[in-house]
């Protein structure tokens, strides 16, 4: 199954030490080129995140965002001070009694009070197994995405290269009516001269003309190089520098053939093979 390296994929998740969200882009490039931007507490999962992805990804560029929002502010984030608390009570009851008044603070005092609410501790190990978790997750999700979109590209190269085929047997019904003409034409010249004609030397001369124009060569390669595309396309492998390849080796064959056309339709048809090659050239650039 083919697939496409223009995708994108984003998940998330929420849990008792805040949020994690994983963004993937990935483009077209030449080789895996992968770019990331991780939070200042995660920094350390560089290496493992270029792992991962080096694993599961071929090809392209590779744009690899981590977003991490802790859990302040959310129920169960922040932990009472407990033994700074009972010291700063029993300070004030000495304070208190010194001066001869007892005065018991209300709790929303007690919490302005610095240190009395402490932030609770995130293991460390616990949020970087939690973002490799979702890391590939969101690979998963991009991987299908390439492969949706890969089998969109799959379909339209087919359809490309059944045209192409088309074009080609059109032609080669053409190819007869082709010749006739042409030998008609150039008897009609030297008619026209009245040059004395040389059966032998006007066979000679059309034979020659005939290997010119002969364009059989051209269209069995261009049906040739068709086929090994969709035999590429079946395979479970990346293939686009080999379809890139054929059709460079295509394009080459539609231009020979237009450059021995001696007929308007057969140019026209060389002019539509290239157009199509064109098109499958341009899709096959965001394959794997």
Known sequence: MIKSMTAFARESRSDEFGELTWE????????LEPHLRLPEELRSLDVAVRTRLAARLQRGKVDCNLRYVPAI???GSL????????????????????????VEPSPFELLRWPGVLQEKDTDPNQLMTAALELLEVAIDTLLATREREGARLEVLLRDRCDRLEESVTRVRAQMPNVLGNVRQRLAERLAELRAELDPQRLELEMSLLAAKLDVDEEMDRLEAHAAEVREVLTRNEPVGRRLDFLMQELNREANTLGSKSADVAVTREAVEMKVLIEQMREQIQNLE
């Open 73 to 75: 502010g959310t129920v």
């Open 79 to 102: 932990r009472i001070n407990r033994p700074f608390v009972e010291q700063l009570l029993l300070a004030g009851h000495e304070i208190g009694q010194m001066i001869g008044r007892g």
């Open 24 to 31: 993937l882009r990935t483009v077209n490039h030449r080789y």
